[in-house]
């Protein structure tokens, strides 16, 4: 009887052995749910979907309107990206799936609220992103409420950084449900370049972002005014658009400083690279908004420190995850024009640290951030969910 029993409990175990294994060797059905499709501007959602794609499992995409824009990236082309995408409101024929993948929090409500669809949740499993506004805006803040059906009846949440794991904590969200997992960028679109400070010709500065509040153009612009009365040979160059265009302008203008900022417009991916390639220091002075917008961790920030730039950015929401002040850049006080022109100072005065702050910028992300190894911790959470493994066991 006891040989018999342990019989049973072996043969089980190996049927689950290979239940499992079976599970982790077929490719996964993956719908994305996105606010509009092609989004310029979201490359890191992209490379999710390409990633994915690579390796082998079956991705369709879910948007709630077209956007109309005739600029997009090459490859939403070459994976026929286009032909993958459903615009129709739910609740639609639906592609069968393992995996509802959401690419905000927002979005995740949505689907939860809208009526016909909710049975056919009941059979997914539902992963959710927490990027940025969907979870730092004032809106939530003061009525973390209108997340808790999401909370309850979501699988899986993906906040960007530890920042914002925190605050779903903070708003109700099971810790057993939450796991970092932050956006990343394909290195090898970004090469490296050893940065020296130029004898003669002008030192450049970037950024690259939308003109929103959030990014902190105003303080860059005003540091650079600041600055421009003692280093005349520097350039700024603000890569991206957005509704505060006209301001910087004026705000350009007002500070006399036309011949040292120069608004780019919106760049393709081969032109930021180029601009980022023949610049020397990147800043990136995010700030709370007044309605609350956070950063999570911004890309812009890790494709400049893949390519060895000095990046400055402030003590704001995850950025200090990515930045270790003094080692892969340098940190500055919020909404503080004063302190980012003098970190700017320093660093123009010590060309002799550019090389070390720079290899550091690289194996962060390199280490970190990078897609390949983003992908492949999504598999296994995804492979997790669906053979109901213990979703925090593989990830530390």
């Known amino acids: 009887m006891i040989y018999n029993k342990k019989k049973i409990m072996l043969v089980i175990a190996i049927a689950l052995l290979h239940f499992v294994m079976t ?7 993956i719908l994305f749910v996105v606010e509009y ?24 995409i879910f948007a709630f309107r077209k956007n109309s824009s005739k600029i997009q990236h090459s490859n939403v082309e070459k994976y026929a990206l286009l032909d993958r995408v459903i615009y129709k409101k739910f609740p639609v024929d639906l592609p069968d799936c393992d995996i509802v993948f959401c690419q905000s929090g927002s979005l995740g409500k949505e689907i939860f609220e809208m009526e016909g669809l909710r049975e056919w949740l009941s059979n997914r499993k539902v992963v959710v992103s927490l990027r940025g506004n969907d979870i730092t805006k004032n809106l939530v803040r003061e ?33 057993e449900k939450i796991v970092v997992h932050h956006s990343a960028i394909n290195c090898s679109q970004f090469f490296f370049k050893k940065r020296e400070k130029p004898d003669q010709e002008t030192i450049r500065l970037v950024s690259v972002c939308r003109l929103v509040e959030k990014k902190g153009m105003e303080y860059a612009i005003k540091a650079i005014a600041s600055i ?8 700024f160059t603000i890569v991206g658009r957005g509704r505060l265009k006209t301001h910087l302008e004026e705000l350009i203008r007002e500070l006399n400083v036309a011949d040292n900022v120069t608004l780019f417009g919106w760049g393709t991916h081969d032109q930021v690279v180029q ?8 800043l990136l002075p995010s700030i709370t908004s ?30 200090p995850e990515l930045i270790e002040d ?21 660093v123009i005065d010590h060309p002799e640290i550019w090389e070390t702050i720079g290899f550091a910028a690289r194996k962060k992300i390199e280490e970190e951030f990078e897609t390949k190894q983003s992908i492949s911790k999504l598999e296994e959470l995804f492979y997790a969910l669906i053979s109901h493994e213990e979703i925090h066991a593989i990830t530390e």
Not at 155 to 175: E, I, Q, R, T, W
Not at 228 to 235: D, F, T
């Open 228 to 235: 421009v009365k003692r280093h005349k040979n520097i350039h």
């Open 23 to 29: 599970i982790e060797s077929r490719p996964l059905n």
């Open 275 to 282: 601009i980022l390639d023949q610049s020397h220091i990147f």
């Open 143 to 175: 009525n973390p409420a209108i997340y808790k059906n999401l909370f309850e009846k979501g699988d899986l949440f993906l906040p960007v950084c530890d920042y914002f794991k925190k605050l779903l904590v903070a708003f109700g969200c099971p810790s």
């Open 37 to 60: 499709f092609p989004a310029p501007s979201q490359v890191f959602i992209l490379n999710l979907i390409t990633g994915l794609i690579d390796n082998g499992h079956n991705v369709s």
């Open 326 to 346: 003094g080692i892969s850049g340098f940190l500055v006080p919020q909404k503080s024009s004063k302190k980012l022109a003098e970190k700017i100072r320093y």
């Open 290 to 319: 007044v309605n609350g917008d956070e950063e999570g961790i911004a890309n812009a920030l890790k494709e400049a420190m893949a390519m060895g730039l000095v990046s400055i950015g402030t003590w704001h929401a995850g950025t």
